[in-house]
């Protein structure tokens, strides 16, 4: 079980830091990931009990609805439960006054008795199979089993490597007895006490400041979890029922009950839900038996099924359901673990999936409660791994398995460092390039580009009309491709881009420029290079005021293997006739509305399907669902539709995914209620700068996708 008010340093859809365009190395250096929750996630979320108390809930309205089905009953809890404190090679303890004159403890060494004083060490050591006692320089005795009684005073019993003295209350033990043997070549040192009561008062696993109902709830659950513990027998490892930590409970003996202010509220709980007179306490069944009364921190949202929080081989039991658990995100409760934050390396992704290196992860498999059911990652030679989402909690070491989708802003200092930063995401390594012109009055080749690129497995830079620009050169540097294709004529990509490749290591051999007559007769050429007989293809405006169609189809299209045809708002121009009988094209997508393809020229096309929306949009949500069916959920692009910052989105043509357009600000509705109703897809990245995309669209994001 969790530990609450003792220790909550530590803490689906997390953050996924991209590479800059000067990576040194494939795959981003380190991962933001982020998240909600504390725990495993099964049964009764603590903080959410604390929140259902606020709301006017007692305890047993919160334990049935943590606990589906149950009731709430007596049950004999008057039984010595037996808790184990440590395991260590050495022990030492004293006896400490619980009052005036008291102070005293009988040791008894296999029976053989003992008197100590109040403050009196004695120490306790393993030899052999038998525990060695001294106090005062002198030996006591040595045998199988030490046992230690006391009455009106404080057993100060320290764990190893603590000194008497740390703290005034803690690691002292008001109830019952202690004993000691040697199991495993450790002393395991045991408090036997009474469960009724005794037990609980120690139990340290909430704040004693929280509301009654909570307090009481979280009794009852530690009393049910205790007698189930104790109805299974002692463990022979540890000589225990139960441990003191958070491998069973919390239990910090009288520590608990001595905290200064509302430690007596604890105590009430307890006894509230206790009857003295029978020696029983309430407890928790499912059919008229006692459940497993598991427990933990906080949620996202939603508690887990037992099957998702253990993992596939525990078997489903009906009390343990996925149920709601909003109030764990409550403002009110001050839930520290509601949202964190945990930065990981790339040794540490790399580990976590056994793979060379990770370039990107999808979390969207995710469990009733909304925890990440299983992982995919990937490395930069494309390899992939699945693992668990228990594993890729444990293994990354996060506090809980609500972890939210990526969405991140994938940008550099311009639209040329952007195209690179986009293809490190998309292609981190390979060959080949492709590159076409990122000056506005030349966009309209690279409309084409997208589907070529991903066709060829690469990224898709952007240069001007004289050169490569300096984030493209340390780009090419850092890839040092032997292929580059140029899309578009010598006015759009001029004899200085191919000098620069060629300084920068791609040979003259390795360079082909592709470009026609004109914008139509150049995405023949470039679909032409595709290779092979396209059945489908897409086909949009060429034509000034209505490019961005067709660069919202780039991605999926190339997703599917189809380019992208060009066509006026009046006609099918000659060299995307030609085109479509080359490639055998039998189906045709028309991307826009009759603004930008009339009906005319739709009905010269193969088997035309207008797909459009209102706006440009709402026209990118269109292609959105007709490709989506096709095409890979792990990750979704969102760009700026706005004309000035059209380069980013055309970058993102390469990497065959969907592409939904915003303006700067806010986030379209349609964009988002789009985002909202698509819970599979595993990341969300926004592509340019604050300028293209503001912060306040990105937080917007988040909000819609929960990450």
């Not at 149950?70 to 004999?76: E, G, Y």
């Not at 037996?82 to 060494?109: C, H, K, M």
């Not at 037992?306 to 658990?325: H, K, Q, W």
Request: glycine share 12%; net charge neutral.
């Amino acid at each position: 079980m969790r530990r609450l008010g003792m220790s909550l340093l530590l803490a689906p859809v997390l953050a996924l830091l991209l590479p800059s365009a000067v990576a040194q190395a494939a795959g981003p250096s380190t991962f933001l990931i982020t998240g909600s929750g504390f725990g495993h996630g099964v049964g009764m979320s603590q903080y959410g009990a604390y929140g259902m108390a606020l709301d006017g809930n007692n305890a047993t309205q919160i334990l049935q609805h943590y606990y589906t089905g149950t009731t709430i009953s007596p049950a004999n809890d008057n039984v010595p439960l037996r808790v184990n404190l440590f395991a260590s090679n050495t022990a030492q303890f004293r006896g400490e006054p619980a009052i005036p004159g008291a102070g005293g403890v009988d040791v008894a060494v296999d029976g053989v008795h003992t008197t100590g004083q109040a403050f009196q060490v004695f120490n306790l050591a393993v030899s052999g199979t038998k525990v060695a006692v001294t106090s005062n320089n002198a030996a006591v005795g040595t045998g199988d089993l030490v046992t230690v009684g006391w009455a009106f005073t404080l057993l100060n019993v320290p764990g190893p490597g603590q000194p008497f003295d740390d703290d005034p209350r803690a690691h002292r033990y008001l109830y019952g007895s202690l004993d000691v043997a040697v199991v495993g070549g450790q002393l395991q040192v045991v408090n036997q006490v009474r469960l009724h009561q005794d037990y609980l008062k120690g139990i340290a696993e909430v704040p004693s400041s929280w509301p009654a109902a909570t307090l009481q709830a979280q009794v009852d659950a530690a009393r049910t979890y205790a007698l189930r513990k104790y109805a299974a027998g002692v463990r022979p490892d540890c000589r225990c029922h139960v441990t003191d930590d958070t491998r069973d409970q919390v239990f910090a003996g009288w520590s608990k009950e001595a905290e200064p202010t509302y430690g007596q509220n604890w105590v009430q709980a307890v006894a509230a839900t206790s009857d003295d007179n029978n020696g029983t306490g309430q407890a928790i069944l499912s059919a008229g038996a006692l459940i497993s009364a598991n427990y933990f921190s906080s949620s996202g949202g939603r508690t887990e099924n037992n099957e998702d929080g253990f993992g596939p081989g525990a078997t489903p039991l009906p009390y343990l359901r996925s149920v709601d658990d909003h109030w764990s995100l409550d403002p009110r409760v001050k839930n520290p673990m509601a949202s964190w934050t945990r930065t990981k390396s790339q040794g540490e992704m790399a580990f976590a999936f056994n793979l060379p290196d990770v370039t990107s992860y999808d979390i969207s498999d995710r469990s009733a409660g909304g925890s990440v059911r299983s992982a995919v990652g990937t490395a930069s030679n494309s390899a992939t791994a699945t693992i668990s989402g228990a594993s890729f909690r444990s293994r990354l070491n996060l506090p809980g398995g609500w972890v939210r989708k990526p969405v991140v802003r994938v940008a550099g200092a311009d639209r040329y460092a952007t195209s690179a930063a986009i293809g490190d995401l998309g292609v981190p390594s390979g060959d080949t390039v492709v590159i076409a012109s990122g000056e506005t009055a030349h966009l309209v080749d690279g409309l084409v580009a997208g589907p070529l690129a991903h066709a060829k497995a690469a990224p898709l830079l952007l240069a001007t009309a004289t050169g490569l620009p300096a984030p493209i050169i340390t780009e090419i540097d850092r890839r040092k491709p032997s292929k580059a294709i140029l899309v578009g004529g010598a006015g759009a990509l001029g004899p200085g881009v191919k000098s620069d490749l060629q300084a920068h290591g791609v040979p003259a051999s390795g360079i082909t420029q592709l470009a026609g007559t004109d914008r139509y007769d150049t995405a023949r050429v470039v679909a032409a290079a595709m290779g092979g007989t396209r059945p489908n293809v897409v086909i949009a405006s060429g034509e000034p005021g209505h490019l961005v169609d067709a660069l919202t189809a780039g991605g999926p299209a190339g997703a599917v293997g189809q380019p992208v045809l060009l066509v006026t708002l009046g006609a099918v121009p000659a060299p995307t006739k030609q085109a479509l009988t080359e490639l055998s094209t039998t189906k045709t997508a028309v991307v826009g509305g009759v603004s930008s393809v009339s009906d005319a020229t739709m009905a010269q096309l193969p088997s035309p399907t207008r797909v459009a929306g209102n706006t440009r949009y709402t026209t990118a949500l269109k292609v959105s669902d007709y490709f989506f069916a096709n095409i890979p959920k792990d990750a979704v692009f969102i760009a700026s539709g706005a004309d000035a910052n059209l380069s980013d989105a055309l970058a993102g043509g390469a990497l065959g995914r969907i592409m939904i357009l915003t303006t700067p600000s806010p986030l379209q509705p349609d964009s988002e209620f789009w985002l909202r109703g698509n819970p599979e897809i595993g990341a969300f990245y926004v592509l340019g700068g604050t300028g293209a995309v503001a912060d306040s669209t990105l937080a917007q994001i988040r909000t819609s996708v929960g990450g």
